[in-house]
């Protein structure tokens, strides 16, 4: 079974509308870590936000914020007023443990793609 | 600002060669990680390192070993070249200390086997 599940390879979205990225993911851990990464054409990943197992509030940073439903097994990513300059791939990734010494694991990644 | 560069960005190299892909880091980062990029699949952890000499296996070791001779230096190497392995190759690093271990990554190699 995938750990961490992006059903949307690719999405579509109009200049100055809201995104939500789905993002599913599967631990047995109680602690654990989950990473949204931006991945524009040049390459280079660009780490977005973070949100701990434990954290019970959302995370946000700027105009990124995640949506956290631990029930759910689900860490959204949502972009407020989204911009040109968002479009890219977006990757969901998740920490097991404590540390992250282990490395990520990664989603397939979404294909955002903003339409003037 | 974490700065971790990788040798090249476009590599191309033919069947059966061998291939070193470095990685250096200049934070005194203690991990750090080996990861292919291949569209359609995301990111797969090939290699990783706790410290000096130290390696482990991640989910797609087969074709591959890596090499840590200094804490701030990750060698991926490819001893003889496969087709398959053509990808985006990825390098990063972590700092044990981060209370959310995010992980910072080089600009990536982009590797053609032909």
């Known amino acids: 079974a995938q750990k961490i599940t992006q059903t949307q390879p690719g999405m579509f979205v109009q200049e100055k509308e809201a995104v939500t990225l789905d993002c599913t993911y599967d631990?047995?851990?109680?602690?654990?870590?989950l990473f949204w990464y931006k991945q524009p054409s040049s390459g280079e990943m660009i780490f977005l936000i973070y949100?701990?197992?434990?954290?019970?509030q959302n995370a946000t940073e700027g105009r990124y914020s995640l949506n956290f439903q631990k029930a759910r097994k689900s860490a959204n990513l949502v972009i407020s007023a989204s911009q040109l300059g968002d479009s890219a791939m977006y990757f969901c990734?998740?920490?097991?443990?404590?540390?992250?010494?282990?490395?990520?694991?990664f989603g397939k990644g979404t294909h955002l793609i903003i339409q003037p | 600002d974490v700065k971790v560069t990788q040798s090249s960005r476009y590599l191309v190299k033919r069947t059966g060669e061998k291939v070193f892909l470095e990685c250096v880091q200049d934070?005194?980062?203690?991990?750090m990680f080996w990861y292919r990029q291949d569209p359609g699949l995301g990111l797969r952890l090939i290699y990783f390192?706790?410290?000096?000499?130290?390696?482990e296996k991640g989910d797609i070791p087969e074709g591959y070993s890596v090499s840590r001779e200094k804490k701030e230096r990750f060698s991926l190497i490819l001893e003889s070249a496969s087709t398959n392995q053509t990808s985006m190759y990825l390098c990063?690093?972590?700092?044990?200390?981060?209370?959310?271990?995010?992980?910072?990554f080089g600009p990536g190699t982009r590797l053609t086997v032909t």
């Open positions: 990734a998740m920490r097991e443990g404590d540390g992250g010494a282990d490395g990520l694991t």
């Open positions: 631990t047995s851990d109680q602690s654990y870590g």
């Open positions: 949100q701990g197992s434990y954290d019970e």
């Open positions: 934070m005194d980062h203690e991990n």
């Open positions: 390192s706790y410290d000096v000499k130290m390696k």
């Open positions: 990063a690093t972590l700092s044990v200390g981060l209370a959310g271990g995010e992980q910072y």
